[in-house]
């Protein structure tokens, strides 16, 4: 069974940064493309971040572009997405989820989410 | 940017009646690239329909999905009642980046 599951999250003061992480099984990790999307509360989805399945091609929506930095590690199954200079608008659900094998930026498979909460 | 807009925003349905949710893109798209995503509360979203009309695996035939061009339509024939969700529309169709929709929200009556 596939599975994606992500932690990290919590409570984050504006300002600070954190890693977010992905562990991923039921699947041979290396030959997937991974991706972040992030949900704030009572809100819509976001996609944030796109990796290659070797980790060399990378993309970013350009409202978190220079501020967060995805990852991954295909001997640990994981993917990770660091974020910086955390902002109240930073605030969500993030969820970790899995390209299609045909399209890049088709989900065929989600995490249960990580929530970051950004607050003073 | 391609903007995605979903109507109705609210759908107020009976059980056993029939959704029709639409979503317009602002550019064209090719059929290949826009999908469903149902999200139950306190779940993550799941893929439903992707290609315009291609159900993802597991997915109930009372789920169908039509459209080209601009205007896109997600149809539930009999709705059951773990139908009552909240449904994006999502656009692959541009390199190095997608969009969703803002979602629509279909409730019991």
């Known amino acids: 069974e596939v599975q994606l599951v992500e932690s990290g999250g919590g409570l984050k003061q504006p300002g600070g940064s954190l890693t977010l992480s992905c562990a991923a099984s039921?699947?041979?990790?290396?030959?997937?493309?991974m991706n972040w999307v992030r949900q704030a509360p009572g809100k819509g989805l976001e996609w944030i971040s796109h990796?290659?399945?070797?980790?060399?091609?990378?993309y970013y929506a350009d409202s978190v572009r220079g501020r967060f930095t995805i990852s991954r590690d295909n001997a640990k199954n994981s993917v990770y997405l660091q974020i910086t200079g955390l902002r109240a608008e930073d605030t969500a659900v993030y969820y970790c989820?899995?390209?299609?094998?045909?399209?890049?930026?088709?989900?065929?498979?989600w995490g249960q989410g990580t929530l970051v909460s950004v607050s003073s | 940017e391609i903007v995605l807009t979903q109507s109705p925003g609210t759908l107020s349905l009976s059980p056993g009646e029939r959704a029709t949710l639409s979503c317009k893109s602002s550019?064209?798209?090719?059929?290949?690239?826009l999908a469903w995503y149902q999200q139950k509360p306190g779940q993550a979203p799941r893929l439903l329909i992707y290609?315009?009309?291609s159900r993802a695996t597991g997915i109930p035939d009372r789920f169908s999905g039509s459209g080209s061009g601009t205007d896109f339509t997600l149809t539930i024939s009999r709705l059951e009642p773990e139908d009552f969700a909240i449904y994006y529309c999502?656009?692959?169709?541009?390199?190095?980046?997608?969009?969703f929709g803002q979602g629509t929200k279909v409730d019991i009556k």
């Open positions: 989820t899995r390209s299609s094998f045909d399209w890049l930026f088709l989900f065929d498979r």
């Open positions: 039921g699947f041979t990790f290396d030959t997937y493309e």
């Open positions: 990796i290659s399945r070797s980790g060399k091609t990378i």
């Open positions: 550019q064209t798209i090719s059929s290949d690239y």
């Open positions: 290609a315009t009309s």
């Open positions: 999502q656009q692959y169709d541009r390199s190095f980046t997608c969009t």
